[in-house]
């Protein structure tokens, strides 16, 4: 059963009940919540997911009120974690905002099973496209334009999970957040994709996330191996540009974007190793969206990506 098959009231008695039991990756989610704007972006955003069996979950989450008299004086909401609350609370506008980014937290702090990098992850043909980059990089508008236009299989756009025991990249497909002037690029790109309501003055600008293809949630079981890292970065008005980089940056690089590559300790270097045995590197620079989704059709075909960028 898939969430999009409950109805409004079943939704909302799970939410408020025992918990929403959501399968997405390899994890359980519960989630309770009774504010309208969590079930309304679950609804949305969801609507493809597998429902688990209650009981087992890995990570238990809700998103309340605070308790205290500030809820009332300036309405907002707090994440919670095992009933304890890691961030600071946000305006009650912000609520289904502050879900995406809690359940990638409780990702990103506990997964440790994996070597976990922040880079949006695609596959294609049978192999995975890392591209990791730091906020304002066109990271998150290049991954929503890869999977919504450009047939790619979206991984996740935020958490690359590495399973160290076989260097397979394992799925975590979630709605892709988009910032700023990126919402409106990629709503003219695929009109049909339903977005969450826009969210303007958070913490990371105005936002809103839209639905991944189901294609991806229904595939979120198979694990591809990695075959190319890209480094993006958008740039107004410049000509799409590739430069091939050597593994030790690249692998620097990486450890750097890892949230978690000190804990692993030398199991972490040899995973990373292992992935740039695997891959071939690239820094890439573009301004042209379609340019950048044809560049990239003919790297999933097996033509050289050097040559495709000439």
Request: net charge neutral; with cysteine.
């Given at each position: 059963?898939?969430?999009?098959s409950?109805?409004?009231g079943?939704?909302a008695?799970?939410?408020?009940?025992?918990?929403l039991?959501?399968?997405?990756?390899?994890?359980?989610?519960?989630?309770?919540s009774?504010?309208?704007?969590?079930?309304?972006?679950?609804?949305?955003?969801?609507?493809?997911?597998?429902?688990?069996?209650?009981?087992?979950?890995?990570?238990?989450?809700?998103?309340?009120?605070?308790?205290?008299?500030?809820r009332?004086?300036?309405?907002?909401?707090?994440?919670?974690?095992d009933?304890?609350?890691?961030?600071?609370?946000?305006?009650?506008?912000?609520?289904?905002?502050?879900?995406?980014?809690?359940?990638?937290?409780?990702?990103s702090?506990?997964?440790?099973r994996?070597?976990?990098?922040?880079?949006?992850?695609?596959?294609?043909?049978?192999?995975?496209?890392?591209?990791?980059?730091?906020?304002?990089?066109?990271?998150?508008?290049?991954c929503a334009?890869?999977?919504y236009?450009g047939?790619?299989?979206l991984?996740?756009?935020?958490?690359?999970?590495?399973r160290?025991?076989?260097?397979?990249?394992?799925?975590l497909p979630?709605?892709?957040?988009l910032?700023?002037?990126?919402?409106?690029?990629?709503?003219?790109?695929a009109?049909?994709?339903?977005?969450t309501?826009?969210?303007?003055?958070?913490?990371?600008?105005?936002?809103?996330?839209?639905?991944?293809p189901?294609?991806?949630?229904?595939?979120?079981?198979e694990?591809?191996?990695?075959g190319?890292?890209v480094?993006?970065?958008y740039?107004a008005?410049?000509?799409?540009?590739?430069?091939?980089?050597?593994?030790?940056p690249v692998?620097?690089?990486?450890?750097?974007?890892?949230?978690?590559?000190s804990l692993h300790?030398?199991?972490?270097y040899?995973?990373?190793?292992?992935l740039?045995?695997?891959?071939?590197?690239?820094?890439?620079?573009?301004s042209?969206?379609?340019?950048a989704?044809?560049?990239?059709?003919?790297?999933?075909?097996?033509?050289?990506?050097?040559?495709?960028?000439?």
């Amino acid at each position: 059963m898939n969430l999009g098959s409950l109805s409004e009231g079943e939704l909302a008695t799970r939410l408020e009940g025992e918990g929403l039991f959501l399968s997405s990756g390899p994890f359980i989610f519960r989630i309770r919540s009774c504010l309208p704007r969590v079930r309304a972006g679950l609804r949305l955003a969801y609507a493809d997911y597998p429902l688990a069996e209650p009981g087992y979950a890995d990570f238990h989450v809700r998103v309340a009120a605070p308790n205290w008299l500030r809820r009332w004086v300036s309405p907002q909401v707090q994440f919670y974690f095992d009933q304890h609350p890691p961030f600071l609370p946000l305006p009650r506008v912000q609520a289904h905002a502050l879900l995406e980014w809690g359940m990638n937290w409780c990702v990103s702090q506990h997964a440790n099973r994996y070597l976990i990098l922040h880079a949006a992850v695609l596959e294609k043909n049978g192999r995975a496209l890392l591209l990791p980059g730091i906020s304002g990089s066109g990271k998150s508008t290049l991954c929503a334009a890869l999977c919504y236009r450009g047939g790619w299989r979206l991984l996740s756009d935020e958490l690359t999970l590495i399973r160290p025991w076989d260097c397979l990249i394992q799925p975590l497909p979630r709605p892709v957040s988009l910032k700023n002037a990126s919402i409106g690029v990629i709503q003219a790109l695929a009109p049909e994709v339903p977005f969450t309501k826009v969210v303007h003055d958070t913490l990371k600008g105005t936002v809103a996330h839209g639905r991944p293809p189901a294609d991806s949630v229904a595939r979120q079981g198979e694990c591809p191996p990695p075959g190319w890292v890209v480094f993006p970065k958008y740039r107004a008005g410049a000509v799409t540009r590739l430069e091939a980089l050597p593994p030790a940056p690249v692998g620097l690089e990486l450890a750097e974007q890892a949230f978690n590559y000190s804990l692993h300790g030398r199991r972490g270097y040899e995973t990373l190793c292992g992935l740039l045995d695997r891959v071939s590197a690239w820094r890439f620079e573009y301004s042209d969206t379609d340019e950048a989704l044809s560049l990239f059709e003919r790297l999933a075909a097996g033509e050289c990506l050097a040559e495709a960028a000439a």
